[in-house]
């Protein structure tokens, strides 16, 4: 597992590089949360962000107006691995961890547990996980709701979007 900061101004690079090592141009995105809540918020708007910033098309599915949540999860993904058979399957999602975690990337190989932070029992899913911490542990701070939060979130979207873009961007050249 990789773990960067969205606040080291090298880190950003070093995480596409990583995130294009681990990924193809046959790439599908799953990012899981709701808007409803700014620190489960952070998938929805990483997949708005693709969407809005991607120069050739991505297949995107997790927006603001189109959550991926606990609800809908297996058949969403079921529904992904039916349509994109061949290709690798990006989970992005919000994670908690200590103080000094807030604002960093995780890059993992074999997908990501979700729901792990508000102790849901879901299955794991997708083939690369890209989690970025936006909260304490604790069930009280993920559902916090302050301008701070919001900004952090903000804040690690788009990181996660411009990283995913650049190594989008370089997988298609090379093909």
Same mark, same amino acid.
């Given at each position: 597992m990789l773990e960067v900061n969205i606040r080291n101004p090298h880190d950003k690079q070093l995480f596409a590089d990583a995130f294009r090592q681990k990924t193809n141009a046959n790439n599908v995105y799953m990012c899981i949360g709701t808007d %409803? /809540? #700014? !620190? =489960? @918020? $952070?998938? +929805?708007?990483v997949g708005t962000l693709l969407n809005?910033?991607? @120069? @050739? +098309? $991505? #297949? /995107?599915?997790? $927006?603001? =107006?189109? &959550?991926?949540t606990a609800e809908n999860l297996c058949e969403s993904y079921d529904f992904i691995r039916t349509m994109h058979p061949d290709s690798k399957i990006v989970v992005v999602d919000a994670g908690v961890g200590e103080e000094m975690q807030l604002g960093k990337v995780q890059l993992c190989d074999g997908g990501i547990l979700p729901g792990a932070a508000t102790n849901k029992n879901l299955p794991q899913i997708g083939d690369v996980g890209i989690v970025g911490i936006v909260a304490e542990r604790g069930m009280a701070d993920f559902y916090t709701l &302050? !301008? @701070? %939060? =919001? %900004?952090l979130v903000g804040e690690v979207a788009q990181f996660i979007a411009d990283a995913i873009l650049y190594a989008e961007k370089a997988n298609s050249a090379a093909v």
């Open positions: %409803k /809540v #700014f !620190s =489960d @918020s $952070l998938g +929805p708007r809005l910033q991607m @120069s @050739s +098309p $991505l #297949f /995107v599915y997790g $927006l603001c =107006d189109q &959550n991926i &302050n !301008s @701070s %939060k =919001d %900004k």
